[in-house]
């Protein structure tokens, strides 16, 4: 895994804002068996990238050959992991 920084410039209504954003990236092994089977590697790439499980995530897939295998964590997304279901039975 490779991680750098990438920085951003956007103007809005005149005012310039700055901010730098983290990416990681995946190693060339990894990236081939994510292409061939990507839900298949889920649980490897959360392990190797650090993404938690309540956080999405995006990875390049091209067609730019330097951004290929670079990993996106959307941090303005959340997903529901699955809760133990309690069932009447088991609550006496």
Do not use: W
């Amino acid at each position: 895994m490779t991680t750098f920084t990438k920085t951003f410039t956007s103007t809005v209504d005149g005012v310039v804002t700055t901010f730098d954003r983290n990416y990681r990236k995946m190693d060339e092994k990894t990236f081939k068996h994510y292409s061939q089977n990507p839900l298949g590697m889920d649980d490897v790439v959360r392990k190797e990238m650090g993404i938690p499980d309540n956080k999405y995530y995006s990875v390049s897939m091209g067609p730019d050959v330097e951004c290929l295998g670079v990993v996106n964590i959307i941090s303005n997304m959340t997903r529901v992991v699955a809760a133990t279901k309690i069932s009447k039975s088991s609550q006496s």
